[in-house]
């Protein structure tokens, strides 16, 4: 049974001026609730009140009307705090402090043991790809460098509410998808995951569930597969060279459907791109004094969770992918396809599941790279 991390009911916040006067009203009746696991999204223009929900979550504000539970519980309980990593939208470090001082302090403030904290923080600072950095005061690292620092110092409590406040906002191509993988992998392993971000890319790759604000109201929300899903539209991805077969498709499927069907290649994302010429950067051993890559999750993130991390993701990382080489076709119109072909789905059965085990292990080897 799923188990209900965050409730918000009928909250409001109005910021007062110094005579009691209402100055902007940054939440209005907003209701929502958040499961264990689940990615949600808090999306928003600027001053719609993302930020001030997110601080009425951690009970850093109070909500002028309407309530907050987190874990069952007021925010304020000192136990709920525990539970929770927080990512603000500025990172604020001191500044002549170096990552391995900065993570020290946060982590003995939850006072986490003098021996574990050594590793956690080593574990964090590889994992943010500033193992290189770890001697230099913060105030001289770049956004991003900083970005990453405020990202461990969220975790270091390895905690079971995470809420990330623009948590790609200064980072790079490669470090917002490290971030992805590893909000994903967290989600996997139970955790739940709040976060607000402007870049509607990253969200939609990683979010299961999203709340839209306009002025403090909530103007959409729901199931992101359902909201973005239109269900009148279909697209077919398959590999061929062979020019006569398309010419056949697309006049059959325009003596169908009429004229109005596009017959494109599919383009692998900037993103893809990006990574492959900086991955191809690395294997020529250029150096950087930036941010280096490990590609590493922190061991303790993932600690007594290696056979239920095994058994959870192995079978929803393998539809991942299956989904991630052919995104377009989607699931009913692949389905149609099957119901009226089925002895094209006997033919090719075998071969699937040839594919799928081949799939397996590769996702296997990079699983257990990953651990
Ligand atoms: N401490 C404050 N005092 C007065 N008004 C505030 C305060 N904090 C936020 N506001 C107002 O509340 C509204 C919502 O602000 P909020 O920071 O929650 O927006 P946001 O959705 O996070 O925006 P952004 O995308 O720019 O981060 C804005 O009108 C803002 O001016
Ligand atoms: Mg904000």
């Not at 193992?131 to 620092?149: C, L, N, Q, T, Y």
């Not at 789905?345 to 699983?367: F, G, M, P, R």
Request: glycine share 6%; charged share 35%; hydrophobic share 35%.
């Amino acid at each position: 049974m799923s188990e209900t991390v965050v409730e918000v009911s009928n909250l409001n916040k109005v910021f007062k001026d110094f005579w009691g006067r209402p100055k902007a009203k940054a939440v209005n009746g907003l209701n929502f609730e958040i499961q264990k696991g689940q990615v949600f999204g808090l999306l928003g223009p600027n001053g719609s009140g993302k930020s001030t929900t997110i601080k009425m979550l951690l009970g850093l504000l109070f909500p002028s009307v309407g309530q907050v539970k987190i874990f069952g519980e007021k925010p304020t309980n000192l136990d709920v705090k525990k539970r929770i990593g927080y990512l603000p939208e500025e990172t604020t470090l001191y500044r002549y402090l170096n990552p391995e001082e900065i993570l020290d302090f946060y982590a003995s403030l939850f006072k986490i043991p003098k021996a574990d904290r050594k590793k956690r923080v080593d574990q964090l600072i590889e994992m943010v790809g500033l193992d290189h950095a770890r001697k230099r005061p913060v105030g001289e690292f770049s956004k991003g460098m900083a970005r990453r620092i405020g990202l461990a110092q969220a975790l270091i409590n390895d905690p079971d509410l995470i809420i990330l406040d623009e948590p790609t906002s200064g980072l790079d191509p490669v470090g917002c998808r490290e971030v992805k993988d590893l909000i994903r992998l967290l989600a996997k392993r139970g955790k739940t995951v709040i976060l607000s971000s402007h870049l509607l890319a990253d969200v939609e790759d990683i979010v299961d569930n999203v709340v839209v604000m306009y002025g403090g109201h909530v103007r959409s929300s729901g199931r992101l597969e359902s909201l973005l899903q239109e269900d009148d539209k279909h697209t077919l991805t398959f590999e061929t060279k062979d020019e006569e077969l398309l010419a056949k498709i697309s006049k059959f499927v325009s003596e169908e459907l009429g004229d109005d069907v596009g017959l494109k290649h599919p383009k692998r994302s900037l993103e893809d791109m990006f990574l492959q010429v900086i991955s191809e950067a690395k294997s020529d051993s250029i150096t950087t004094s930036g941010a280096d890559y490990s590609g590493k999750v922190a061991a303790y993130l993932q600690e007594e969770s290696d056979d239920v991390l095994e058994k959870l993701t192995q079978v929803e990382v393998i539809e991942e992918k299956v989904e991630e080489k052919a995104p377009e076709i989607k699931e009913d119109v692949f389905e149609e396809v099957m119901q009226e072909e089925p002895q094209v789905e006997e033919e090719t059965e075998a071969v699937s599941e040839a594919k799928q085990e081949e799939q397996k292990e590769e996702i296997n080897d990079k699983l257990s790279n990953l651990l």
